[in-house]
Nanobody
Framework: QSQLVESGGGLVQPGGSLRLSCTAPGFSLKWYAVGWFRQAPDKEREGVSCISTTGDKTTYADSVKGRFTISRDNAKNTVYLQMNSLKPEDTAVYYC????????????????WGKGTLVTVSS
């Protein structure tokens, strides 16, 4: 059962921006590492970015470095993924995931997952 909720997806033109949000209605995200993943049609799910529990460590896939920024606001119990300079190849369902262990940050076996939000980049 999904315990995370993603929002902020939608249709955007190439070069545009979107900000995705990940919240956890049932628990406090501040104790968890949180990652963003995406899955495009007919492709495997891939890791996009991850942020440690304290927020001092972040990782990015090479394909999004310099364009995407992950951040967390513990007061709002939310992790964000700011996506700029979007490209058609960024089109995918984006998922957030959380795990108590920083060592699992970005791993596909993180403990808790959302149902995803669709991002479509098209003119």
């Amino acid at each position: 059962q999904s315990q995370l909720v993603e929002s902020g997806g939608g249709l955007v033109q190439p070069g545009g921006s979107l900000r995705l949000s990940c919240t956890a209605p049932g628990f406090s995200l501040k104790w968890y590492a949180v990652g963003w993943f995406r899955q495009a049609p007919d492709k495997e799910r891939e890791g996009v970015s991850c942020i440690s529990t304290t927020g001092d460590k972040t990782t990015y896939a090479d394909s999004v470095k310099g364009r995407f920024t992950i951040s967390r606001d513990n007061a709002k119990n939310t992790v964000y993924l700011q996506m700029n300079s979007l490209k058609p190849e960024d089109t995918a369902v984006y998922y957030c995931a959380a795990d108590y262990s920083d060592y699992k940050c970005g791993n596909h076996d993180m403990a808790y997952w959302g149902k995803g939000t669709l991002v479509t980049v098209s003119s």
